[in-house]
């Protein structure tokens, strides 16, 4: 799948791995401040709650956070014990007053299919995505993002995955 961006999400939403355009669509989540350390996966709700720049990257910055919230509620009540849970709803908590309000409406849900409007350094990508859940690890989800082709999206995309061969040819 190297012509398509897929990523691996934890039920936290921490990027467990990608594809090379999956990591170049997102790059912004593994080059964020709000991640911890490069030893640790990069977190998208961390991203969309806590780094500014998330503001210009997703079209729909209030329906990226909202998914999130729902995704972490769903997997609060799935596993009430999970302690790196616990420790980022905390810190999402104490640090983003939308977080909290949102967490406090108690919204739960999946998110796994749609649209999302991306600004990217290669332009706006319109991509249609799947996330199915593999029946092999449950708590692993598969982020699959598809262009129409032949559209703008389409050769953006190929721009994109130029840009990701040539960075990665040169640090390998």
Known sequence: MSATPVIA???RLDVL??????RALFDMAFTSPTRR?????????????????????????????????????????????DKQLIQLVGELSTRSTDFRSRWAAHDV???????????????????????????????IT????????????????QLLATWAATTAAAHP
């Not at 720049?53 to 009540?77: E, M, P, T």
């Open 37 to 81: 350390s490069s030893a640790s996966p990069p977190g998208l709700a961390s991203v969309v709650f806590l780094d500014p720049a998330a503001a210009k990257f997703y079209d729909d910055l209030d329906d990226a956070a909202a998914a999130c919230v729902r995704i972490l509620r769903a997997q609060a009540g799935a596993t009430p014990h």
């Open 142 to 157: 598969l982020s699959a993002y598809i262009a129409e082709p032949a559209s703008p999206t389409s050769e953006r995309l």
């Open 109 to 139: 849900g999946v998110h796994r299919a749609g649209r999302k409007i991306l600004h990217h350094q290669v332009g706006e990508l319109v991509l249609g995505f799947e996330e199915p859940t593999l029946e092999s690890s449950p708590s």
């Open 17 to 22: 791995a990608s594809n090379a355009l999956g």
């Open 9 to 11: 999400l934890s039920r």
